[in-house]
């Protein structure tokens, strides 16, 4: 079946530090592969997506490249803000009526 | 401006008390999604409709029912809530059913159950 595995949490970094979110997966066909931002007591946003090998998301600063050869999909962001605190989710869509099936999430903790 | 509107944001009822949970939509897409977020945890699918099609996923417990009456609205009905069934309720709805086609979620309902 789909799975999909992202590191554990939390993270703590200090403000303008690099930020690195391990994600891979297993799938039969060919995913998408997205991520996902929930601030405290909100809903998902899109944070970024791609929808076929190679392709790079990008948003927000945010980047993500999806690697069909290591099937991975890692979120890196060059320097974090105390506003980048939050949970991510990658996730990833097949055509089965477009089911989404999620990481269990990283906390990211970014302090001043 | 909102597009994916869930009513409300905080709902608490008392156990075995059935409850409903609205969500619409101003992008008049065509499929509609409900997950279970438990505290800590990723979303789960429990169902979602395709137009008036419903698809149930295979897990659900029978005490989740969903209902669609046009385009724009979908309700969560849970017909006698448990203390396990404390969560926060997400709506999501995408154009389509494919690989490609985004979801899009509100900002969720948070299920308190007393």
């Known amino acids: 079946g789909n799975s999909v595995t992202q590191m554990e949490g939390p993270v703590t970094l200090s403000e303008e530090a690099f930020l690195t979110i391990n994600c891979t997966y297993t799938a039969t066909g060919y995913p998408s592969l997205f991520w996902y931002v929930q601030y405290p007591g909100e809903g998902l946003q899109l944070l970024l997506k791609?929808?076929?090998?190679?392709d790079k998301g990008s948003n927000k600063g945010f980047e993500a490249t999806y690697r069909k050869e290591t099937t991975s999909f890692h979120l890196e962001k060059g320097s974090v803000q105390v506003s980048d605190s939050a949970v991510y989710f990658c996730a990833l869509q097949t055509d089965s009526w477009g089911k989404l099936q999620f990481g269990a999430g990283t906390q990211v903790v970014v302090t001043p | 401006d909102a597009m994916v509107i869930q009513n409300p944001r905080y709902q608490v009822t008392q156990f075995g008390k059935p409850v409903t949970l609205s969500c619409s939509q101003t992008?008049?897409?065509?499929?509609m999604y409900w997950y279970q977020q438990k505290s800590s945890q990723a979303p789960k699918l429990l169902f979602h409709?395709?137009?008036?099609?419903?698809?149930n996923e295979a897990d659900t417990p029978d005490n989740f029912q969903s209902r669609r009456p046009n385009t724009s609205f979908c309700f969560l009905d849970i017909r006698s809530p448990g203390l396990g069934d404390a969560a926060m309720y997400l709506c999501?709805?995408?154009?389509?059913?494919?690989?490609?086609?985004?979801?899009?979620f509100g900002p969720g309902t948070r299920l308190t159950v007393l």
């Open positions: 409709y395709y137009d008036k099609d419903f698809n």
């Open positions: 999501a709805t995408s154009r389509g059913a494919g690989s490609t086609d985004t979801q899009y």
């Open positions: 791609a929808t076929k090998a190679d």
């Open positions: 992008l008049n897409h065509n499929v």
